[in-house]
T-cell receptor, first 113, second 113 residues
């Protein structure tokens, strides 16, 4: 089965450090989503791309977060500088046609100390 | 704006019991899609079922069934003869197409042997 691949699976780092999360969407999927899951907020959208173009990043703190798609096989989410409140699970998902389900990666569990 | 409400925070059942998870949604769009995802203790998000707004036919797939009623904006999910492996957090979600998912807060299901 085709899968969305996320790396790293777990990341522990100190406050102030740069964090980069990577996502390889399912081949042929033209839309990539970044979600964040926390106990308080649940699952919320950070940003998404279609055909590599950013469509919505209103869910991201602009001063410290950035999301890019250097090519169709790679999406990145960066946090610089990281803060303890960024500790969460970050999910990447990819999708294709309207109405078809999004498929999620296993997530990156991020802990900022 | 779209909204998904899962009023049940936690449910506990004994193995082999049937269990229904409730989901109520809000949207002004006439075309939309509803989904159920499962998040087992290992943390990944697994797609289970979907429905589009034009199809109110209720179906059964193995031990899963769903009841979609536009009149009450509800999309309830039933597991028949529950098993311990069904223990997970279940999320109901809404989208307008190949667009970001709006998730409910989730219902934690515990199936006790």
């Amino acid at each position: 089965d085709a899968r969305v691949t996320q790396t790293p699976r777990d990341k522990v780092t100190e406050m102030g450090q740069e964090v980069t999360m990577r996502c390889q969407p399912i081949l042929g999927h033209n839309t990539v989503f970044w979600y964040r899951q926390t106990m308080m907020q649940g699952l919320e959208l950070l940003a998404y791309f279609r055909n590599r173009a950013p469509l919505d990043d209103s869910g991201m703190p602009k001063d410290r977060f950035s999301a890019e798609m250097p090519d169709a096989t790679l999406a990145t989410l960066k946090i610089q500088p990281s803060e303890p409140r960024d500790s969460a699970v970050y999910f990447c998902a990819s999708g294709t046609r309207q109405g078809q389900p999004q498929h999620f990666g296993d997530g990156t569990r991020l802990s900022i100390l | 704006a779209q909204k998904v409400t899962q009023a049940q925070t936690e449910i506990s059942v004994v193995e082999k019991e049937d269990v229904t998870l409730d989901c109520v949604y809000e949207t002004r769009d006439t075309t939309y899609y509803l989904f159920w995802y499962k998040q087992p203790p290992s943390g990944e998000l697994v797609f289970l079922i979907r429905r589009n707004s034009f199809d109110e036919q209720n179906e059964i797939s193995g031990r899963y069934s769903w009841n979609f009623q536009k009149s009450t904006s509800s999309f309830n999910f039933t597991i028949t003869a529950s098993q311990v492996v069904d223990s997970a957090v279940y999320f109901c979600a809404l989208s307008m197409g190949n667009t970001p998912l709006v998730f409910g807060k989730g219902t934690r299901l515990s199936v006790i042997a």
